[in-house]
T-cell receptor, first 115, second 109 residues
Framework: DTGVSQDPRHKITKRGQNVTFRCDPI?????LYWYRQTLGQGPEFLTY????????KSRLLSDRFSAERPKGSFSTLEIQRTEQGDSAMYLC?????????????FGPGTRLLVL | RKEVEQDPGPFNVPEGATVAFNCTYS??????FFWYRQDCRKEPKLLMS???SGNEDGRFTAQLNRASQYISLLIRDSKLSDSATYLC??????????FGPGTRLSVLP
């Protein structure tokens, strides 16, 4: 257990529905990342926050995706009007960016299946 | 061409074997390098950072060649518990960690 938690662990939804995932990072970590991973591939970067500021978004993050980290602690990732192609594992990672460098610690992921 | 590429695998090796994985990256501005391990249906976990001078952690040795933009991971005396997917990770200035597709290792009894 890395100390990063995600909820729910599994989500099954019908195409067109909205879903929201939550990530609770390690408390002293200032950075929080969202990734998507499909079978046989490595995690693909979606977006990241430094404290409450969203500093970078991937082109993979279409306008149906939105992420927030309102108080610089937990984060939510919402997918609107889900499509079957959204089916994947959504991973959250947190890190402490310091002069010593940065190491990411991953949560267990939320596995999404869109029917 | 993907930014980070790895041996496609899978690698099937007997217990006790030595196995090496290769990884290449295309962005010469890359600054930090890591190997992560991912078990089936689990999250990635940090195995080791990769330093310019090379580094060793028990049975695991990582090497970095900046001139060739190449990273390697050597596992000696393979154990059944080493069976996993090994992910090469490259970062640029601490932002946007880029993962390779992973190389799957199966250690056979």
């Amino acid at each position: 257990d890395t100390g990063v938690s995600q909820d729910p662990r599994h989500k099954i939804t019908k195409r067109g529905q909205n879903v929201t995932f939550r990530c609770d990072p390690i408390s002293e970590h200032n950075r929080l990342y969202w990734y998507r991973q499909t079978l046989g591939q490595g995690p693909e970067f979606l977006t990241y926050f430094q404290n409450e500021a969203q500093l970078e978004k991937s082109r993979l993050l279409s306008d149906r995706f939105s992420a927030e980290r309102p108080k610089g602690s937990f984060s939510t990732l919402e997918i609107q009007r889900t499509e079957q192609g959204d089916s994947a594992m959504y991973l959250c990672a947190s890190s402490l960016n310091s002069l010593a460098g940065e190491t990411q610690y991953f949560g267990p992921g939320t596995r999404l299946l869109v029917l | 061409r993907k930014e980070v590429e790895q041996d496609p695998g899978p690698f099937n090796v007997p217990e006790g074997a030595t196995v090496a994985f290769n990884c290449t990256y295309s962005n010469s501005a890359s600054q930090s390098f890591f190997w992560y391990r991912q078990d089936c249906r689990k999250e990635p976990k940090l195995l080791m950072s990769v330093y310019s001078s090379g580094n060793e952690d028990g049975r695991f040795t990582a090497q970095l060649n900046r001139a060739s933009q190449y990273i390697s991971l050597l596992i000696r005396d393979s154990k059944l518990s080493d069976s996993a997917t090994y992910l090469c990770v490259v970062t640029r200035g601490g932002q946007n960690f880029v993962f390779g597709p992973g190389t799957r290792l199966s250690v056979l009894p």
